[in-house]
């Protein structure tokens, strides 16, 4: 698969920015056009701090996808607009890369059922990172024989939401395989609200905030007399490009909805 027109929405941001130069620097995709909040009109080169690049700025979302033409939306922006774009995109027969996380179950599934009546491919991937995939695939494994499990995710501290998307995730495929049952104590009290984290079938998930921080997640199995931590660090943005960039191509062939870039991995 080669040439193929992808929009980026939110160009400036830290996720954007570092997608702008992936594509600056690969073969197979091009840039076509740019949603942001700001800049309408302008070339992307004329902004300040981003890349020489010739596409189109568009601060109106619906133009944008109804006027250029395109094959993918890469949204890397935040969970109300990320939401609001995709849905644009399926409705104008462009096929939506989501990393932008955040959203609820409802959106999940409107957005899936829209793709399939459009018939238009859709990836909506919490974490473009082929090592946090792998974190998450071995700890569904790790499941089965470890349902006493909690999750722990480190992030940088101006991140929107909480827990993050990997996390939720992460939760999801355990779910699969483990039975929901309360952990620790059944008579634990928290003495200060939120101590114990937050609940997903009796699992916990803790997140933490930090400037200095990027990405990062453990997931800690417990046992008799043993401990298993399953860890993945994101320490630069570069490291979810390989994922968007595969993402963008492997979606030209699909006519569905998927979740999470497991299902694009051999
Ligand atoms: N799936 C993955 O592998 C990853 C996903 N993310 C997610 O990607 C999203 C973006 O993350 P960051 O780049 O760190 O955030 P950021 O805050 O640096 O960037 C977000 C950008 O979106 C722009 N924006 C906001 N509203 C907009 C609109 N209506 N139209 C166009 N642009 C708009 C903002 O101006 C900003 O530049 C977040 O939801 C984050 O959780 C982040 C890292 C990896
Ligand atoms: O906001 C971020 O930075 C990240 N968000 C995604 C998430 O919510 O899981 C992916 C990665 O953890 C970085």
Known sequence: MSNIKAIVAGPRGKMGSEALKMIQNQSTLSLVACIDRMNDGMVVK???GLPDMDAVIYTDAAKCLSEVEADVLIDLTTPENGYTHAKLAIENGVRPVVGTTGFTNEE???LTEL??????GTVIAPNFAIGA????QFSKWAAKHFPEVEIIEKHHDQKLDAPSGTAIKTAELIKEVR???KQGHENETETLQGARGADVEGMKIHSMRLPGLVAHQEVVFGGLGETLTVKHDSIHRASFMSGVKLAAERVMDLDILVYGLEHLLD
Do not use: F, I, P
């Not at 995939?133 to 998450?136: D, E, I």
């Open 115 to 120: 793709a399939s009546e459009k018939r238009v």
């Open 179 to 181: 039975e929901s049952h």
């Open 108 to 110: 999940l599934t409107e």
């Open 133 to 136: 995939v792998l974190m998450m």
């Open 46 to 48: 004329e902004v300040e």
